[in-house]
């Protein structure tokens, strides 16, 4: 792994050409369940080794700032920021008022200017990304729901067996302008118990990628540069805390606030500060994604659009190779073969789905994605080895042992279908997906937050699959899992007749 991250005091470095040998601790959230997934990605793609975190869904790798370009292309990691300082064993005072002041006294404390120098190399790159970016800011998602987590969030909350207090509550900072209201907004906190799985901090998720570009980060030797608008985030877990994230956040932003003279501002900030406090760690970071990055790739969102990083994580389980057939006979709105075919491109993907309205959604993902493949490179852009079609579930028109990987988002039973269905369809599928995949060597990767009649429809076709391993993952506030299936040599009874 990492050594510990000691920052340390700024040793003078000379002011090197932009970004040339800055060094940078980026922490990445991902999935639950995926952390290793991801570092194995890092490893791959950027050469650094990570560490991943004892708190859920977390981890943290080192590399040199011009890399950042790179990093940003990451697949399975949801949101990104640059790590201020990292204490792995903090000793909070047991007396709220002395925490708390502890955490004031702490900005002043902390080696700040190298990881302001990554967020506003970061800042640069994002600015010349809007520039090419300007046609596909109008999203259709706006009146489609928000392409939150995957099957289904919201309404569903009340699953999630967790007590949080995720407060956007306006802080009592004592604001520095004539304003008497006692409060600037520059905060905003979440509290979790200590088994909370902290999936979903995404609460920038909805703000347009870069908030039309929020201008002016500090250039050197301008006397006249804009004072930057700020908020804490601050995410809370652990049970032995005297205070609430609220709290933290409110004292730890009105700190920065003097710290740097920079204004508060929740919704229209340039930096985003963020407190993760787990038990004894806490780590302060600089945010260097507004937007979660699983929204990649999908424009047309259903109710239930899986993350692309979590397609991403389940794809990854199954080790495609050149010319696999892979295919997600369940495909919604098509997060998954657009992510396979996005990332697999030397194998085939088949979409399909027998819900007309979710074909033509992906269908209209596809075509996003075909568009956007022609602006990039010239006029004769290649096509994307993927196909979506509309069909039923249960018979599928694929000749028997045909395909090599079968990857797909089960139906929940809440937004979509029923848990009562469900028993009937899951016997049914894994039935169907047996058939048409390859005995050996095939192999299946399902996620269903309905674990009961998955493993019970699996007991009854146990001829014909072998669980390997399960992933516990986190779908929009759902306890889910992912599992991966071994097709066994067994042959599955032919669907033909011969005449």
Same mark, same amino acid.
């Given at each position: 792994?990492?050594?510990?991250?000691?920052? *340390?005091?700024?040793?003078?470095? !000379?002011?090197?050409?932009?970004?040339?040998?800055?060094?940078?601790?980026? @922490?990445?959230?991902?999935?639950?369940?995926?952390?290793?997934?991801?570092?194995?990605?890092?490893?791959?793609?950027?050469?650094?080794? +990570?560490?991943? +975190?004892?708190?859920?869904?977390?981890?943290?790798?080192?590399?040199?700032?011009?890399?950042?370009?790179?990093?940003?292309?990451?697949?399975?990691?949801?949101?990104?920021?640059?790590?201020? $300082?990292?204490?792995?064993?903090?000793?909070?005072?047991?007396?709220?008022?002395?925490?708390?002041?502890?955490?004031?006294?702490?900005?002043?404390?902390?080696?700040?200017?190298?990881?302001?120098?990554?967020?506003?190399?970061?800042?640069?790159?994002?600015?010349?990304?809007?520039?090419?970016?300007?046609?596909?800011?109008? +999203?259709?998602?706006?009146?489609?729901?928000?392409? *939150?987590?995957?099957?289904?969030?919201?309404?569903?909350?009340?699953?999630?067996?967790?007590?949080?207090?995720?407060?956007?509550?306006?802080?009592?900072?004592?604001?520095?302008?004539?304003?008497?209201?006692?409060?600037?907004?520059?905060?905003?906190?979440?509290?979790?118990?200590?088994?909370?799985?902290?999936?979903?901090?995404?609460?920038?998720?909805?703000?347009?990628?870069?908030?039309?570009?929020? @201008?002016?980060?500090?250039?050197?030797?301008?006397?006249?540069?804009?004072?930057?608008?700020?908020?804490?985030?601050?995410?809370?877990?652990?049970?032995?805390?005297?205070?609430?994230?609220?709290?933290?956040?409110?004292?730890?932003? @009105?700190?920065?606030?003097?710290?740097?003279?920079?204004?508060?501002?929740?919704?229209?900030?340039?930096?985003?500060?963020?407190?993760?406090?787990?038990?004894?760690?806490?780590?302060?970071?600089?945010?260097?994604?507004?937007?979660?990055?699983?929204?990649?790739?999908?424009?047309?969102?259903?109710?239930?659009?899986?993350?692309?990083?979590? !397609?991403?994580?389940?794809?990854?389980?199954?080790?495609?190779?050149?010319?696999?057939?892979?295919?997600?006979?369940?495909?919604?709105? *098509?997060?998954?073969?657009?992510?396979?075919?996005?990332?697999?491109?030397?194998?085939?993907?088949?979409?399909?789905?027998?819900?007309?309205?979710?074909?033509?959604?992906?269908?209209?993902?596809?075509?996003?994605?075909?568009?956007?493949?022609?602006?990039?490179?010239?006029?004769?852009?290649? @096509?994307?080895?993927?196909?979506?079609?509309?069909?039923?579930? %249960?018979?599928?028109?694929?000749?028997?042992?045909?395909?090599?990987?079968?990857?797909?988002?089960?139906?929940?039973?809440?937004?979509?279908?029923?848990?009562?269905?469900?028993?009937?369809?899951?016997?049914?599928?894994?039935?169907?997906?047996?058939?048409? %995949?390859?005995?050996?060597? *095939?192999?299946?990767?399902?996620?269903?937050?309905?674990?009961?009649?998955?493993?019970?429809?699996?007991?009854?076709?146990?001829?014909?699959?072998?669980?390997? $391993?399960?992933?516990?993952?986190?779908?929009?506030?759902?306890?889910?899992?992912?599992?991966?299936?071994?097709?066994?040599?067994?042959?599955?009874?032919?669907?033909?007749?011969?005449?």
């Amino acid at each position: 792994g990492m050594a510990e991250t000691e920052t *340390g005091p700024d040793l003078g470095s !000379a002011p090197a050409e932009e970004g040339a040998e800055l060094a940078a601790v980026i @922490g990445a959230t991902v999935p639950t369940g995926f952390e290793q997934t991801a570092a194995e990605e890092v490893q791959e793609k950027l050469g650094s080794a +990570s560490r991943i +975190s004892r708190e859920r869904g977390k981890i943290y790798f080192e590399v040199p700032a011009r890399s950042l370009p790179q990093v940003h292309r990451l697949r399975s990691v949801d949101n990104l920021f640059v790590v201020v $300082q990292e204490f792995k064993d903090y000793q909070f005072k047991g007396n709220k008022e002395d925490a708390l002041k502890d955490l004031e006294d702490l900005v002043k404390e902390l080696p700040w200017t190298n990881p302001l120098k990554v967020w506003e190399l970061n800042n640069s790159l994002k600015k010349k990304k809007t520039k090419r970016k300007k046609h596909n800011l109008q +999203s259709p998602a706006s009146k489609e729901k928000l392409p *939150g987590d995957g099957e289904q969030e919201g309404s569903d909350q009340k699953d999630t067996r967790r007590q949080e207090d995720c407060a956007q509550d306006v802080a009592g900072v004592e604001p520095t302008g004539d304003q008497d209201t006692g409060e600037t907004p520059g905060v905003e906190a979440r509290d979790g118990e200590e088994e909370e799985e902290q999936e979903d901090n995404e609460q920038s998720d909805a703000k347009d990628e870069l908030q039309g570009g929020s @201008g002016g980060e500090p250039k050197a030797g301008e006397g006249q540069e804009k004072v930057l608008k700020f908020r804490v985030t601050c995410n809370r877990a652990g049970d032995k805390h005297s205070f609430t994230s609220n709290e933290a956040a409110r004292d730890f932003g @009105g700190a920065v606030q003097e710290y740097f003279q920079w204004k508060a501002d929740m919704t229209d900030f340039d930096v985003e500060v963020l407190l993760n406090i787990h038990s004894n760690e806490v780590v302060v970071g600089i945010a260097l994604t507004e937007e979660s990055l699983h929204r990649r790739n999908i424009t047309h969102f259903g109710p239930t659009t899986l993350r692309s990083t979590l !397609a991403y994580g389940m794809l990854r389980l199954c080790d495609p190779q050149p010319t696999d057939i892979i295919v997600d006979p369940m495909c919604g709105t *098509g997060a998954i073969p657009i992510e396979g075919a996005a990332e697999w491109p030397s194998c085939y993907h088949i979409a399909g789905d027998n819900n007309p309205q979710a074909v033509k959604r992906a269908a209209n993902n596809i075509c996003s994605l075909l568009k956007k493949n022609e602006n990039k490179e010239s006029s004769t852009s290649l @096509g994307i080895p993927l196909d979506i079609i509309q069909w039923d579930i %249960c018979n599928l028109p694929l000749r028997s042992g045909s395909v090599d990987i079968i990857v797909s988002d089960m139906p929940f039973g809440k937004r979509i279908g029923s848990k009562k269905k469900n028993w009937d369809l899951y016997p049914a599928c894994l039935m169907e997906m047996g058939r048409i %995949c390859t005995p050996g060597t *095939g192999r299946a990767v399902l996620l269903t937050q309905d674990k009961k009649c998955f493993a019970k429809a699996l007991s009854r076709l146990g001829h014909i699959w072998r669980r390997g $391993q399960t992933v516990w993952v986190n779908v929009g506030g759902l306890h889910a899992a992912v599992y991966l299936l071994r097709r066994t040599w067994e042959r599955a009874e032919e669907k033909r007749s011969f005449w």
